[in-house]
């Protein structure tokens, strides 16, 4: 697992996205699957920015990135508040644009395009979001 940390900040989104995405192509994945790989680490580390460190200018984000075998795992830790995507209700999407509540589909999106997703609070107060996709 290669790991790096980044500050909370989405003017680093771009270096997420690469940085995943260099494991996932190197891994054999498919462009198709890059980018889902890539769109779901971006939601991810968005809603890590905006959520867990919405009052915190100075959260860091960790994020390790490995293969093992045919399996790219993906894990983002952050010390911010902790949230469990869980309790999100799926959003209604065949509601009509207007009546949709903004926000929600960034957890839809992860686990549309991911195979396992995976939100763990810590006893150290820090939240490690797994993120697990097979090749096809």
Do not use: W
Request: net charge negative; aromatic share 8%.
């Amino acid at each position: 697992m290669k790991s790096v940390q980044f500050a909370a900040k989405f003017e680093y989104l771009d270096e997420i996205r690469d940085f995943v995405g260099e494991i996932a192509r190197a891994g054999g994945f498919s462009d198709k699957d890059v980018y889902n790989i890539q769109l779901a680490t971006d939601e991810a580390a968005s809603n890590i920015i905006e959520h867990a460190y919405e009052n915190q200018p100075d959260g860091v984000l960790e994020l390790s990135c490995g293969m093992r075998g045919d399996v790219i795992i993906i894990i983002l830790i952050d010390r911010g508040e902790s949230f469990d995507p869980s309790e999100i209700p799926l959003p209604d999407l065949k509601a009509d644009l207007s009546d949709r509540k903004i926000g929600g589909l960034g957890i839809f999106l992860m686990r549309k395009l991911m195979d396992e997703v995976h939100y763990e609070p810590k006893p150290d107060k820090s939240n490690v979001l797994t993120m697990i996709k097979h090749k096809r």
